[in-house]
């Protein structure tokens, strides 16, 4: 049995990867040239730990080749972004092109799984798209479970960081268009996943993944507006957090600068996006969460104006603010969609004065708008910064002693020194 895993990015290359090291035979198809030569080296184009040696093993075992053209396989698994455009609305345009590539071929009783985090309704939009390529075929819409194609959405929930270990011990929820497409699928999970696969059906799987997604969204928004209350109110919010999370029932999330990273700011937009009139809650949280990096550089503003009145031989140009942290979240060096990068870029292009940033997981700034910003070791930003910004809990960030911060003006988004 051959699997073809198409698109292989955070998600789809460790799969591959897994399924390779189970001695499945596995194509993987990226339309990225660059990315499919340094999987066929045994190298790999994205930071995970321990991947390098899974992929290494893989490619040097013969399991796992790369390619940039689909070719015939017994299972194709869609890994592929589905970002949002204006207004924010889901773009399947990977989801569509990867379906057209395929689709040429695929054979009668093969096997399509998507992945890919998807609005409602997407897995049925992939299957009519394979069938408008294919009429020679039978696909589940209309053939039900006497079609030639099983097509089955089981989406992904690996934690970044430690997809190794959650693709394997996570559960699976596995929604195919049939019983029988369900079954299908498990079929080839059950060779990696040591989880339960729990089935039901593509529109329910679909809705789930973008559920827990929301769900997080929803709690950090509760927390990150307990925030706003509480520095209103002169209440220390981490203190409070910690006294309320003492409740039995009680476990609120970590207030921050805002939320990053790729999922959990786009999942709930696709909930917003079907069901707009009914997804109050849902879209306010996001609203919420958006609104905190501007909240965040308004209280830098107020320090600034703090530390000016308390120098009065100072001008704006003379301020050192020092922003510790650019990652969507601690100890990873993954930049994209980070609150604190847009916040560093802010600063950076705002403040006359110097602005430093410590990144302690990346060796050089990434040249957007962080050209007035000099990267700098802790130590350097603690004796030289006017201001303190903190934006991410990073491990070495965290034992810096009080002392150290005596005589800054601190803006402490995550509460690691106001705790
Ligand atoms: N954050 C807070 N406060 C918290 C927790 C998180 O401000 O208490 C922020 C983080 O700093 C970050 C953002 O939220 O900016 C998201 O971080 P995260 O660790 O919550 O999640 P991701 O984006 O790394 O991964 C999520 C996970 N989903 C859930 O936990 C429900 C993961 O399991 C999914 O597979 C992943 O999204 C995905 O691919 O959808």
């Keep these: 049995?051959?699997?073809?895993?198409?698109?292989?990015?955070?998600?789809?290359?460790?799969?591959?990867?897994?399924?390779?090291?189970?001695?499945?035979?596995?194509?993987?198809?990226?339309?990225?040239?660059?990315?499919?030569?340094?999987?066929?080296?045994?190298?790999?184009?994205?930071?995970?730990?321990?991947?390098?040696?899974?992929?290494?093993?893989?490619?040097?075992?013969?399991?796992?080749?790369?390619?940039?053209?689909?070719?015939?396989?017994?299972?194709?698994?869609?890994?592929?972004?589905?970002?949002?455009?204006?207004?924010?609305?889901?773009?399947?345009?990977?989801?569509?092109?990867?379906?057209?590539?395929?689709?040429?071929?695929l054979k009668k009783g093969d096997l399509v799984i998507l992945e890919s985090t998807s609005p409602v309704g997407a897995t049925e939009d992939l299957s009519e798209w394979l069938a408008e390529a294919r009429p020679d075929l039978t696909f589940p819409q209309s053939h039900g479970e006497a079609s030639d194609i099983r097509i089955a959405h089981c989406p992904e929930r690996v934690l970044p960081g430690h997809v190794l270990r959650e693709l394997v011990q996570n559960d699976r929820v596995v929604g195919g268009m049939t019983p029988r497409c369900s079954e299908a699928a498990v079929a080839l999970y059950k060779t990696f996943v040591e989880g339960d696969c729990i089935v039901t059906n593509a529109r329910t799987a679909e809705m789930c993944k973008l559920t827990e997604n929301s769900f997080r969204d929803v709690n950090i928004a509760f927390a990150n507006e307990l925030s706003?209350?509480?520095?209103?109110?002169?209440?220390?919010?981490?203190?409070?957090?910690?006294?309320?999370?003492?409740?039995?029932?009680?476990?609120?999330?970590?207030?921050?600068?805002?939320?990053?990273?790729?999922?959990?700011?786009?999942?709930?937009?696709?909930?917003?996006?079907?069901?707009?009139?009914?997804?109050?809650?849902?879209?306010?949280?996001?609203?919420?969460?958006?609104?905190?990096?501007?909240?965040?550089?308004?209280?830098?503003?107020?320090?600034?104006?703090?530390?000016?009145?308390?120098?009065?031989?100072?001008?704006?140009?003379?301020?050192?603010?020092?922003?510790?942290?650019?990652?969507?979240?601690?100890?990873?060096?993954?930049?994209?969609?980070?609150?604190?990068?847009a916040i560093a870029q802010e600063i950076a292009s705002t403040n006359p004065g110097l602005t430093l940033v410590i990144e302690p997981n990346i060796d050089e700034l990434p040249a957007a708008k962080l050209d007035r910003c000099e990267l700098v070791e802790t130590q350097y930003a603690l004796e030289n910064a006017d201001i303190i910004v903190m934006l991410v809990d990073h491990k070495p960030f965290k034992i810096i002693a009080p002392q150290q911060l005596q005589g800054r003006y601190l803006v402490d988004s995550r509460g690691i020194w106001t705790d």
């Design 228 to 341: 706003i209350i509480c520095d209103r109110l002169a209440i220390n919010v981490w203190e409070l957090i910690r006294l309320a999370n003492h409740h039995p029932r009680v476990n609120i999330l970590k207030p921050g600068p805002g939320v990053g990273g790729h999922c959990i700011a786009v999942d709930p937009w696709f909930i917003v996006a079907k069901t707009p009139e009914e997804a109050r809650l849902i879209r306010t949280a996001r609203d919420v969460n958006d609104g905190k990096p501007r909240w965040v550089l308004d209280k830098v503003d107020t320090a600034v104006g703090k530390f000016l009145s308390e120098h009065p031989s100072k001008t704006a140009k003379d301020v050192t603010i020092a922003c510790f942290g650019l990652a969507f979240k601690p100890d990873i060096d993954d930049l994209r969609e980070s609150p604190a990068l």
């Design 1 to 105: 049995e051959t699997v073809s895993v198409i698109g292989l990015g955070y998600i789809g290359l460790p799969t591959a990867a897994v399924l390779a090291a189970r001695k499945k035979k596995v194509i993987g198809v990226d339309i990225n040239p660059q990315a499919v030569e340094t999987i066929n080296r045994g190298e790999i184009h994205i930071v995970e730990p321990d991947l390098d040696i899974v992929v290494h093993a893989a490619v040097s075992e013969g399991w796992l080749r790369a390619t940039t053209q689909p070719e015939p396989a017994d299972a194709f698994l869609i890994a592929v972004p589905t970002p949002f455009i204006d207004g924010h609305q889901p773009d399947l345009t990977y989801i569509k092109a990867a379906s057209k590539a395929i689709a040429p071929v």
